[in-house]
């Protein structure tokens, strides 16, 4: 694989081969890897984790159960109390920060119920766990590796994955000449994933990361990732400052995280799997960057990856948007993997920061 990074098609080109819908249908993704059915994401209805925080009454439906939720304040990443009602989802309430677009659940379930709860999720690592899913991961860990590497960190001694599930995008690190690849994860689903069948240089630690212990993690990193883990941790300012903090100088953050202004959220609103308890933040493309110029970096790189082009076009058609519907009549051609990703629509943003010296 190889592409120009300040080319849009090139760029473009592989991210389809990583885009589910693109590459086998909305229909056939969602149920090869464990998406549909009865009490998964795409259905509609409560998962397994969400039934431990809310009871589905019938009535009025969802009602939040006593003692597992504190609201917040203010907005986790500017720290602004200015706030406006965004939408509401099966108990849910999440607030836009008029200051600075980002949106974030309040209420949200206290910190050691959550940890408790991620502790034992499956949903997460059944998605993971799909053949076709690791295909298709395979090929998108491999595009974000190649934009590190062309964004020059300092070298490729040391990498950290935040949150890394299976392990497979430090396998990957690895086998393209990463020297120390670190591994660390809350959920102990993944331990029997490929980070813990021993290979020189791959290390993994099973322990939460709401702040990191350089005596346990290390220092000296030349880029950390965060592949689908911002959205879930409670102190943002606190865990990029430790990152920072870890980081050498010049040092690159790679984040994969949902765009809360992307077409299909856009669209779907309060159907959207994505509000979700696990998700107390929702970035924009402009908070996430306050995010981390806020605390002592600067933006190299952003753009958008992920269609969801079928769950839009099932929307557009009347259908519920994650049931494979698609546009079988072909009315809604003129929406496209271009379109969506040169309006920065896309469900996904990659954004890469680059840390700053004079903080
Ligand atoms: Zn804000």
């Not at 809310?54 to 720290?79: A, F, M, S």
């Not at 298709?136 to 935040?162: A, C, Q, R, V, W």
């Not at 929406?335 to 969506?340: A, K, L, N």
Request: hydrophobic share 35%; proline share 4%; with cysteine.
């Amino acid at each position: 694989m190889d592409f120009a990074i300040n080319s849009f098609d090139e760029r473009l080109k592989i991210k389809n081969c990583f885009d589910g819908n693109l590459v086998y249908g909305a229909k056939k993704f969602h149920a090869d890897t464990n998406r549909s059915g009865e009490g998964k994401p795409s259905s509609g209805g409560l998962i397994k984790e969400h039934a431990k925080v809310v009871i589905d009454t019938e009535n009025e439906r969802y009602q939040r159960k006593n003692g597992l939720w504190e609201d917040v304040d203010h907005c986790p990443v500017c720290g602004s109390d200015n706030r406006a009602f965004f939408l509401h989802r099966m108990g849910l309430e999440i607030y836009r920060c008029q200051d600075c677009t980002h949106r974030y659940l309040s209420p949200r379930i206290k910190f050691d119920e959550a940890v408790k709860i991620y502790s034992d999720d499956s949903t997460a690592s059944d998605i993971y766990k799909s053949p076709i899913q690791k295909e298709i991961d395979n090929i998108k860990y491999t595009y974000g590796l190649k934009i590190i590497e062309k964004l020059n960190p300092p070298s490729k001694n040391k990498i950290m994955d935040l949150g890394c599930g299976t392990g497979l995008f430090l396998k990957i690190a690895q086998e393209n000449g990463w020297q120390e690849c670190i591994g660390i994860d809350a959920n102990s689903n993944y331990s029997d994933g490929y980070i813990a069948d021993g290979k020189p240089g791959l290390k993994y630690i099973n322990t939460t990361f709401e702040s990191l212990d350089i005596n346990k993690v290390g220092q000296d990193y030349d880029c950390i990732s965060l592949w689908n883990v911002l959205e879930h941790l409670y102190d943002l300012a606190g865990i990029v400052n430790s990152m920072r903090e870890i980081l050498k100088k010049d040092g690159l953050v790679f984040i994969m995280v949902p765009n809360v202004e992307s077409l299909i959220t856009k669209l779907s609103r309060e159907m959207s799997p994505t509000f979700n308890w696990k998700h107390v933040s929702h970035f924009s493309p402009a908070s996430l960057k306050k995010l981390f110029e806020l605390n002592g970096f600067k933006e190299v790189f952003f753009e958008t990856v992920i269609t969801e082009i079928d769950n839009i076009k099932s929307y557009m058609s009347g259908e519920y948007p994650y049931h494979g519907h698609g546009d079988p009549k072909g009315l809604f051609d003129f929406i496209t993997p271009e379109y969506i990703h040169k309006n920065n629509l896309g469900s996904r943003m990659i954004g890469i920061y680059k840390k700053v010296s004079h903080v």
